[in-house]
């Protein structure tokens, strides 16, 4: 049955308010506000131009609440854009700032040259790295993943949740450290990086190091670890002591490295006896650099 006119202005005015109130849905099955809007224009008589009420002054709304869903036992989905949009600004300090300013010049550089033309890549953005200019602690991954790819920043998805409570028991902040990969671009299906690809990209990243001159590095995975210390060994016979990074170009600097699991592994593998493993790791970097867990 058609509604008259007195019956789609009273819907319409139901509309409206329970729009201010923050009703996002009723028991019923309502036609679309536009077409409500339309309906009503056809419907309704042009009144005359002295008898024509006033319209309503616009008034702010608000968002309608949103209701959560469901429960699912299923691992949540990393908020990609929390950490970028909710970080403060930082605030360098002057050697901070010459540091970064020489990064910044590098990626460029890296920009310019795109050594990532060379081979197959599946990437949206470059992932340069991350955090302290200036850090202590260097934090140095294989590549990339899809979650990174989509804001430029590296170990935000799964992985990088999972670093950041490492870094938590290890008494220091993700802001504490400078966090980067070998490959700054996503291989397709987040493969491992290829020898030539590591290659290409190597340079780039011991000169990275070379700016930042942390006091120690954090090696996460076996493609970082065989790249900064140029070896063929298993990580089993890697991780656990302490081995020296070796600046090709400039044999005399050298910087203490220690090869640990990649967090990624870690949730493909969360057994207590690879997460015993990595928190002995991380207690040797503890011990070198002066942090009390739980201090951050």
């Avoid at 949540?76 to 930082?90: F, G, H, T």
């Avoid at 397709?188 to 030539?196: E, F, I, M, S």
């Avoid at 081995?243 to 090709?248: C, G, Q, R, V």
Wanted: aromatic fraction near 6%; proline fraction near 11%.
């Amino acid at each position: 049955m058609e509604l008259d006119t007195r019956s789609l202005r009273a819907a319409r005015q139901t509309l409206r308010t329970g729009v201010l109130l923050g009703v996002d849905f009723v028991p019923v099955r309502w036609p679309e506000p536009d077409s409500v809007a339309e309906a009503v224009a056809e419907s309704e008589p042009a009144p005359a131009a002295a008898a024509a009420p006033r319209p309503p002054a616009p008034v702010p709304l608000r968002p309608a609440p949103v209701r959560p869903g469901p429960r699912s036992n299923a691992p949540e989905e990393p908020l990609l854009a929390a950490a970028v949009v909710e970080a403060k600004p930082r605030v360098l300090n002057a050697a901070q700032q010459q540091k970064q300013g020489s990064l910044d010049a590098l990626r460029a550089k890296y920009e310019k040259d795109a050594p990532h033309n060379a081979f197959v890549t599946d990437h949206h953005c470059i992932v340069f790295g991350d955090g302290d200019p200036a850090a202590r602690l260097m934090i140095i991954g294989e590549a990339p993943g899809a979650e990174e790819d989509k804001v430029g920043i590296p170990f935000v998805g799964r992985a990088g949740q999972l670093l950041e409570k490492m870094l938590g028991g290890m008494g220091i902040r993700r802001s504490d450290v400078y966090i980067t990969n070998v490959l700054k671009t996503r291989p397709p299906n987040n493969a491992t990086p290829t020898g030539d690809e590591a290659a290409a990209c190597a340079p780039y990243l011991f000169e990275q190091i070379k700016i930042i001159a942390p006091e120690a590095i954090l090696a996460l995975g076996l493609p970082a670890t065989r790249v900064l210390l140029n070896t063929t060994e298993s990580m089993s016979r890697l991780r656990g002591k302490w081995w020296t990074y070796t600046d090709p170009r400039a044999p005399e600097y050298q910087v203490p490295v220690m090869p640990t699991y990649h967090p990624a592994f870690l949730l493909r593998s969360y057994t207590r006896e690879n997460r015993e493993k990595v928190w002995s790791d991380l207690q040797m970097v503890m011990e070198r650099l002066g942090l009390k867990a739980g201090a951050a």
